[in-house]
Structure formats: C-alpha cells, structure tokens
C-alpha cells in the first residue's frame, strides 16, 4: 500500500501527478481554509504533508498523528512549524529555500517603487476622476537612484535585493547577525553597519528577516524614533517583525515618511488603521507568488516529501535530528 499524505491547499496539477506516483493522497484543490481541528483530523493517518505558512503544525497536532513522518513546507520560511516537537517525535520537516529569491526580490523592489512613487495612492486618485489638470509640483515622491538602500537581514534574498539597487546607483547599507565574508561585500557592493547606523542612514530600509521570537517588533517606536522622517520601511519577510501600532503612529504623524507592507501582524486580518492611509501600499502575502515561482516551490516540496518517505535524502531537511528517533 502507498504512503497516505495530504497535499493542505490547492497546488497546480503537475504536483498531485508527481506525488501520485510514489503515495495515496489527499488534495485540497477545493481551496478550501481548514480549520486547526479539520487539519489535525485529515492529517490523523498520513504519514506525510505538504504544507504552506498558514497551516500550524504545533506540538499538539504532531503528537496526535502517530503516522507522521514529514511536513514539508512550500515556503522558505518555516515559523508556522514547531521545530523542535517535530523533531521530539521523530517528524521530518522541510523548507523551500533559493527557489523564491529573485522572485521575492523583484516584490521587494516593486514594493519599494510604489511607495517610493506613490503609484497606488495615485492610481486610485486617476481612478477616482481627481486628477483634472497636470500640475508642477503634484504628486511629488521620493529619489530612488542614489538614496540609501537599508537591508536588514542579509541572506540570499537580501543579496538579490542588494544586487538590483546597482542599476539605481545606490549605496547599500546591510545589518546581519553575521557580516558578510569580505569578498561577497565586495562584489554586493554592500556595506556592514550597526543596526543604530542602518536605521539612521536608510532611505529605505527592507525588511529580510526570518521571524523568530527574538525578532518580535524589532521595528517598534525605538526604532522608527531612529528613522529619517523621509525614510520608508519595506516589509517583505513576516508579520510580528514590525510593531504594527507602532508604524501607523509614525506613519500618521509623518516621522516617516511611507511603508510599502506584504506582511501584517495577525494576517490576513489587518489593522484596519492601514487602510485609511495614503503612504502605504499594501500587498497581500504576495513575496513570491509568480506562476514559474510557486509552481518551482511545490515541487521542491513535493521532491522532500518522496525523499522523506522513501528512505531517501531530504534536500531541504531543517532538523536533521528528526532522523535519530
Ligand atoms: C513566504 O512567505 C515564504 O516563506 O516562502
């Protein structure tokens, strides 16, 4: 008999034929939101998942389906899974990374270009039949060429974020954990500074960080208090990272100057508070959601999932230990 595994929301048909090949499984392709006790009931008898940021598999659910052997992500990041309870009962669990840097980066640009230039403030204003003459100083935004670029997280999307600022003649600022070897600063032409420096220096700072509780509102009030009034935060990475509450106050009494957002505390539910202002532009979890992409993603799932439950190698294991129960 196949392996049982669950495929959790609607992926593109290449993927369910691919894993029909070697398992028994269960799709979702009703797109259908499962709540936390449907997830944990469908996934009672499968030995395996495939997975994206909105499932939560805590501790609690992994240590109710005695089958399970692998939960493999369709997303770089990974804090939607308990780590360390997967790995406690022996559950495999898997990310997608590398697949989804360019991708993510060009969102990251876009979201900075649209603020930057106030393209869906202005869109809605044409939309609306206000703009009734040209005018000189009208709708006025801020220099992308030759500002300051602020990289916070300094990873592989970080680098392809750095890397297009070259054709706008940017000086780039990055704070990591770890600095870069030398040689990549070079050729990124990307330079180290505290986080105090990349928060006083950046004209835009992106946001690159992977969420962990100790990155919870590494950008709360402090923080913006240390921005330029002119700045603009870009947050590609996770909800949580950002004060929320924090950023509208700034936002709303202009100490800064914009905020293009992917990502929200407590998404898809938002601050209602955001909708109500001009300097942002608000985009819904979208960071790699390109056909090519998402469709490069799945598969790399999918390609974990059968090394997982196929005595292979997962490609992409994030806790190896999982393998010593
Ligand atoms: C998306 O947010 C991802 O982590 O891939």
């Known amino acids: 008999m196949k392996p049982r595994v669950i495929v959790t929301r609607e992926v593109f048909d290449p993927v369910l034929d691919l894993l029909r090949e070697h398992f028994d499984v269960e799709d979702n392709q009703a797109d259908e939101i499962w709540s936390g006790e449907t997830l944990a009931r469908k996934l009672a008898d499968k030995e395996g998942a495939l997975t994206t940021g909105t499932d939560?598999?805590?501790?609690?659910?992994v240590h109710n389906c005695p089958?399970?052997?692998?939960?493999?992500?369709?997303?770089?990041?990974?804090n939607n899974i308990d780590l360390a309870a997967c790995t406690a009962v022996g559950v495999m669990a898997t990310n997608t990374p590398g697949v989804l840097d360019d991708t993510t980066a060009d969102m990251a640009w876009a979201l900075l270009l649209a603020t930057a230039r106030r393209i869906a403030?202005?869109?809605?204003?044409?939309?609306?039949g206000e703009w009734k003459t040209w005018g000189f100083k009208q709708r006025?935004?801020?220099?992308?060429?030759?500002?300051?670029l602020g990289i916070l997280g300094m990873?592989?999307?970080?680098?392809?974020?750095?890397?297009?600022?070259?054709?706008?003649?940017?000086?780039?600022?990055?704070?990591?954990?770890?600095p870069l070897p030398e040689e990549t600063e070079r050729a990124t032409n990307v330079h180290y500074v505290s986080k105090v420096t990349l928060l006083r220096e950046a004209d835009f700072l992106v946001l690159l960080l992977p969420y962990a509780p100790e990155n919870h509102h590494c950008i709360g009030a402090a923080e913006l208090a240390l921005m330029q009034p002119t700045a603009m935060l870009i947050n590609i990475a996770r909800g949580g990272l950002v004060d929320d509450a924090a950023l509208i106050a700034a936002l709303k009494s202009a100490r800064l100057a914009g905020a293009g957002l992917d990502v929200f505390e407590g998404e898809p539910a938002l601050n209602p508070e955001f909708a109500q202002l001009d300097n942002v532009v608000l985009s819904p979890h979208a960071g790699s959601a390109t056909h090519a992409t998402r469709l490069k993603m799945a598969l790399l799932a999918a390609e974990n999932l059968i090394a997982a439950l196929t005595g292979g190698d997962p490609p992409n294991l994030l806790n190896p230990a999982a393998g010593d129960r």
């Open 56 to 61: 939560r598999i805590d501790a609690a659910l």
């Open 67 to 78: 089958r399970l052997k692998a939960v493999c992500n369709m997303a770089v990041g990974y």
């Open 121 to 128: 403030e202005s869109d809605a204003w044409v939309r609306r």
């Open 140 to 148: 006025l935004g801020m220099d992308v060429h030759h500002a300051t």
């Open 155 to 178: 990873g592989r999307i970080g680098r392809a974020v750095a890397q297009r600022a070259r054709g706008f003649d940017m000086r780039v600022l990055y704070h990591n954990r770890n």
